[in-house]
């Protein structure tokens, strides 16, 4: 190994190669991040190792498996999160490996650890009934109430992703005739998702009750803070529970349920796959990406009018401020 040591490479995964060579999403940063966190803290306390002595010679194969069996046993991680930390691992071992290819056959030895096989367990989404039945138990009548009507319909209607949902701003917003909201998905890929016009115009309706002066994102707390992937969560088991179904739903069940609707009401896969912004190695060179006006004739003609938009909220108008949010570009 040259003189540049397991600090200085750890250093540059993180600030350079990351960030600037792979453009990685800043979730993915933070979960690498953990992951090392962790397996440092392993070292440290667990192996008893003092950080100065943390090097590529100490850390081989066996050790590596080791501290992934604590993870599973010490800490009752999942298998996921057991192969979410070793893809983290095996990332930065691939940067190295291309810095500093001396120790091919080392690094080779850890890349080659194998993923745990996991049992799938069963995805859950919403059937329509279920869908209607849980914002049938929101109540509109209070601010909070409305906020969450609109955040769940908006979640479901654009089928988005929970990081998505929660960068959202009022400029993210096009609420014209052709109505969509921008978003940055995985790998900081932009995309524009057709929204339906009731959804329009109850975002319209929410903008107009609120004050956004001060407020940057367009779902907030009572304290005008951007809610969290946990404050979500809680939102969403709140009224799955109201409803009184017995399915595990997380927010990301939400964009599930939309999928599956659409493929239950016949709509083409790629244009399913386009309005998720997913993307797939072995469909790379037949994927077509489908324009917004493709895309929206097809989500309009598998549309069904399931959500209870007929519960209409009590809302403050303010008529120059929807012009003004009709011309959002």
Same mark, same amino acid.
């Given at each position: 190994?040259?003189?540049?040591?397991?600090?200085?490479?750890?250093?540059?995964?993180?600030?350079?190669?990351?960030?600037?060579?792979?453009?990685?999403?800043?979730?993915?940063?933070?979960?690498?991040?953990?992951?090392?966190?962790?397996?440092?803290?392993?070292?440290?306390?667990?192996?008893?190792?003092?950080?100065?002595?943390?090097?590529?010679?100490?850390?081989?194969?066996?050790?590596?498996?080791?501290?992934?069996?604590?993870?599973?046993?010490?800490?009752?991680?999942?298998?996921?999160?057991?192969?979410?930390?070793?893809?983290?691992?095996?990332?930065?071992?691939?940067?190295?490996?291309?810095?500093?290819?001396?120790?091919?056959?080392?690094?080779?030895?850890?890349?080659?650890?194998?993923?745990?096989?996991?049992?799938?367990?069963?995805?859950?989404?919403?059937?329509?009934?279920?869908?209607?039945?849980?914002?049938?138990?929101?109540?509109? /009548?209070?601010? =909070? *109430? +409305?906020?969450?009507?609109?955040?769940? !319909?908006?979640?479901?209607?654009?089928?988005?992703?929970? @990081? &998505?949902?929660?960068?959202?701003?009022?400029?993210?917003?096009?609420?014209?005739?052709?109505?969509?909201?921008?978003?940055?998905? /995985?790998?900081? =890929? *932009? +995309?524009?998702?057709?929204?339906?016009? !009731?959804?329009?115009?109850?975002?319209?309706?929410?903008? @107009? &009750?609120?004050?956004?002066?001060?407020?940057?994102?367009?779902?907030?707390?009572?304290?005008?803070?951007?809610?969290?992937?946990?404050?979500?969560? =809680?939102?969403?088991?709140?009224?799955?529970?109201?409803?009184?179904?017995?399915?595990?739903?997380?927010?990301?069940?939400?964009?599930?349920?939309?999928?599956?609707?659409?493929?239950?009401?016949?709509?083409?896969?790629?244009?399913?796959?386009?309005?998720?912004?997913?993307?797939?190695?072995?469909?790379?060179?037949?994927?077509?990406?489908?324009?917004?006006?493709?895309?929206?004739?097809?989500?309009?003609?598998?549309?069904?009018?399931?959500?209870?938009?007929?519960?209409?909220?009590?809302?403050?108008?303010?008529?120059?401020?929807?012009?003004?949010?009709?011309?959002?570009?």
């Amino acid at each position: 190994m040259n003189n540049k040591n397991f600090a200085y490479y750890l250093n540059n995964f993180f600030n350079i190669y990351l960030p600037q060579e792979i453009n990685a999403s800043i979730n993915t940063i933070i979960s690498y991040k953990d992951t090392f966190n962790l397996l440092i803290s392993y070292l440290v306390n667990i192996k008893k190792i003092e950080i100065k002595n943390i090097t590529f010679e100490i850390i081989d194969k066996d050790l590596i498996k080791e501290f992934l069996k604590y993870l599973e046993d010490a800490r009752n991680c999942s298998i996921n999160t057991r192969n979410q930390r070793l893809a983290a691992i095996k990332s930065f071992y691939q940067y190295v490996n291309i810095e500093d290819p001396a120790n091919l056959i080392k690094f080779q030895d850890i890349l080659q650890i194998r993923v745990k096989k996991n049992v799938k367990k069963k995805k859950e989404y919403l059937t329509i009934d279920e869908l209607q039945t849980v914002f049938q138990t929101i109540n509109t /009548k209070t601010i =909070k *109430g +409305r906020r969450d009507f609109v955040l769940l !319909n908006l979640l479901y209607d654009a089928g988005l992703r929970l @990081s &998505e949902l929660l960068e959202i701003k009022v400029m993210d917003l096009r609420l014209d005739n052709n109505p969509c909201v921008n978003v940055i998905g /995985k790998g900081r =890929k *932009g +995309r524009s998702v057709p929204i339906m016009n !009731n959804t329009k115009k109850l975002l319209l309706q929410f903008i @107009s &009750e609120n004050d956004f002066s001060n407020v940057s994102y367009l779902f907030s707390n009572s304290k005008k803070e951007k809610l969290t992937s946990r404050s979500i969560q =809680k939102i969403v088991d709140k009224y799955i529970q109201k409803a009184n179904i017995n399915k595990k739903i997380s927010p990301h069940a939400l964009r599930r349920t939309r999928a599956m609707h659409l493929l239950e009401a016949g709509v083409n896969i790629v244009y399913i796959r386009d309005f998720l912004g997913h993307e797939s190695i072995t469909t790379t060179e037949i994927y077509a990406q489908a324009n917004e006006k493709t895309k929206r004739e097809a989500i309009n003609k598998a549309y069904k009018d399931i959500l209870p938009y007929n519960i209409t909220p009590s809302w403050n108008k303010n008529e120059d401020l929807l012009k003004q949010l009709l011309s959002l570009k």
